[in-house]
């Protein structure tokens, strides 16, 4: 059955670092997207991108976020300059269709930074 | 803006039944209901559009009632893999991002 895959799964930094967070979408998925789920919290949507470029954001999603699909299978998030509170679980999500539609959910990468 | 799930959490004995609802203040286009179990990612329960319709998935069903902006989420006959916790996710009319409830944890007990 075809998955989501995220690397790395743990990714530990220094506060002011960049940290790049890599997705592997499913194939014919065209939706693409990005949540953050802070420990023992709610999952919070941060970015949707379609068509090569970002279709919706949140307001969590300021100037430090980034998002690329470098090549026709990755699908990445930058953070330019980590802080504290960016310490938290990031999933990578996809659809086939639009957000009527189920997302499939990566395993996550744990960002922690120090 | 944030739709309002309750209960927070809810403790069942296996085989008891419970109902987990999703208010929103907006008017909706669509309700998606997903399952994290700890330490793992969300799964896809079933998504409701608006229309008022109703959604079954084994002993677990949804109803969307448009006009009040809520959804419910129906456990029945609750099994130990029920444990984990629910998120409703909205989309409004107007086209607003998707966002997550903040979550009703469901613990079933043997």
């Known amino acids: 059955e075809p998955e989501v895959t995220q690397t790395p799964s743990h990714q530990v930094t220094q506060m002011g670092q960049e940290v790049i967070l890599r997705c592997v979408p499913i194939?014919?998925?065209?939706?693409f997207y990005w949540y953050r789920q802070i420990l023992g919290q709610k999952v919070e949507f941060l970015v949707s991108?379609?068509?090569?470029?970002?279709?919706?954001k949140s307001e969590i999603f300021d100037d430090q976020f980034s998002v690329e699909r470098p090549d026709g299978s990755n699908f990445t998030l930058k953070i330019r300059s980590t802080k504290l509170e960016d310490s938290a679980m990031y999933f990578c999500a996809s659809s086939e269709l639009d957000r009527v539609a189920e997302q499939f959910f990566g395993p996550g990468t744990r960002l922690t930074v120090l | 803006q944030q739709p309002v799930q309750s209960p927070q959490a809810v403790i069942l004995r296996e085989g008891e039944d419970a109902v987990i609802n999703c208010s929103s203040s907006k008017a909706l286009y669509s309700v998606h209901w997903y399952r994290q179990k700890h330490g793992e990612a969300p799964v896809f329960l079933m998504i409701?559009?608006?229309?008022?319709e109703q959604k079954g998935h084994e002993k677990i069903s949804a109803s969307f009632n448009e006009k009040k902006q809520q959804s419910s989420l129906y456990l029945t006959a609750s099994q130990l893999s029920y444990s984990g916790t629910y998120f409703c996710g909205t989309e409004g009319s107007g086209g607003q991002n998707f966002v997550f409830g903040p979550g009703t944890r469901l613990s079933v007990l043997p």
């Open positions: 991108f379609y068509n090569n470029e970002i279709s919706e």
């Open positions: 409701l559009l608006k229309g008022g």
């Open positions: 194939s014919n998925h065209l939706y």
